[in-house]
């Protein structure tokens, strides 16, 4: 008998294993028709999509601050002579803090009181020079005119003098009157830095302290960074609740009255500032406080459970059921609270959604039975 060669022993082998293969697996246009049919899918619970307007509320730093602070310097270089005040004292506006004294500012002004004196006198003398002369130039051919417009020039060039000479004295005045420092408003000394016989000055000139700092504090400001993505949520006189570590069983109340209108370049945020009633000065400027910024939406839209949406590398979307077939709806997401979620995108009210949707679920696959979900879900929830 002969013996097949080589070549022939492996093509033969290699024809056995290609038909053992076939009749062992489905042919290839039977595997392409079960890749296009997805599976169906067994009994699935679903939820009636409705608008509404998702509640909730952002926990944010603030600080507390005096409602008006001011850091008092002595204008004019000069000794302190008498503090009337001390730390937390309080005071009202117009009550005297300070007294300083400049005993080089009293002779300036005697100067310029005695040139003031001085320059009245020669105005009233040529003044009075004038107005004989242009009397008597009434009678025809007794004055020159040359000479009546000479006395009226000397007449007029004094007076000037005695103007300057009255703003002079005028602005030495003004400035010992900075001699005496008063309180600009209502409130309590929270610094003091200086003593009797302290040599002080203008900021960087003599003192590199005010001499004292005063702060309102019957009425405070709450200012806090509101990061931009949140920033259309706020509306003015918006009720905002905070607390403090000092107190932390009490809740204060606070209003928006202000908000800057542009960002901060550094940490993209709007400063945002509430006023405080603060009578009883229980809460001092300076305090940090935990605040409660609550973000109402302005328009109504739709909202389902957390659960219902899928992220996957196809994309974010929603499974609707649409006459017992699973359809992908891709949607772009807005906030999220307390299980809950604002939802944009094809979708329309009353549409059936897949509660608990899953990559799972094939676009385009069979669900043979749904059951509409009775449940509800609060709204209202605190980020962090």
């Not at 005496?180 to 203008?202: C, K, L, M, S």
């Not at 702060?215 to 400001?221: A, G, N, P, S």
């Not at 370049?265 to 940090?288: C, F, H, W, Y």
Request: overall charge positive; aromatic content about 6%; some cysteine.
């Amino acid at each position: 008998m002969n013996k097949l060669s080589h070549p022939a022993l492996v093509l033969s082998i290699g024809l056995i294993a290609i038909t053992a293969t076939y009749s062992c697996n489905p042919t290839h246009g039977e595997e392409e028709k079960a890749k296009a049919a997805p599976a169906p899918v067994a009994a699935t619970e679903v939820i009636s999509v409705q608008k509404g307007k998702l509640s909730s509320s952002l926990k944010l730093p603030g600080e507390l601050l005096a409602f008006q602070q001011v850091d008092l310097y002595a204008k004019v270089s000069s000794f302190v002579k008498k503090i009337n005040v001390d730390i937390g004292t309080e005071v009202t506006a117009g009550q005297l803090l300070v007294t300083m004294e400049a005993p080089e500012m009293n002779a300036q002004l005697a100067a310029a009181e005695s040139r003031l004196k001085s320059l009245e006198a020669l105005y009233i003398a040529s003044k009075a020079n004038y107005d004989r002369l242009y009397e008597t130039s009434k009678t025809p051919g007794t004055i020159s005119p040359n000479d009546l417009d000479q006395a009226m020039a000397k007449r007029n060039s004094d007076n000037a003098q005695l103007e300057a000479a009255k703003a002079a004295y005028r602005e030495i005045a003004d400035t010992r009157n900075y001699l005496e420092i008063r309180a600009p408003f209502n409130g309590v000394i929270t610094a003091r830095n200086a003593h009797p016989g302290a040599y002080v000055g203008p900021s960087g000139k003599g003192s590199e302290f005010p001499i004292i700092t005063l702060q309102e504090q019957k009425k405070l400001r709450l200012v806090l960074a509101v990061p931009e993505a949140y920033i259309s949520y706020l509306g003015k006189q918006s009720a905002v609740n905070f607390t403090v570590k000092a107190f932390n069983n009490q809740q204060f109340t606070a209003h928006i009255n202000r908000q800057a209108g542009a960002l901060d370049t550094r940490l993209r945020s709007q400063r945002t500032e509430m006023d405080v009633a603060n009578n009883d000065k229980k809460l001092l400027p300076g305090m940090i406080a935990e605040v409660q910024l609550p973000l109402s939406a302005s328009d109504s839209t739709f909202i389902v459970p957390t659960t219902a949406v899928v992220n996957s590398t196809q994309g974010v979307f929603v499974i609707r059921v649409n006459n017992n077939k699973a359809e992908w709806v891709s949607i772009s997401k807005g906030r999220e609270a307390n299980g809950q979620i604002e939802v944009y995108g094809n979708l329309s009210n009353g549409d059936h959604l897949v509660k608990a949707a899953t990559e799972e679920v094939r676009n385009g696959s069979e669900i043979r039975e749904t059951k509409l979900s009775t449940a509800t879900t609060d709204s209202t929830a605190t980020k962090k």
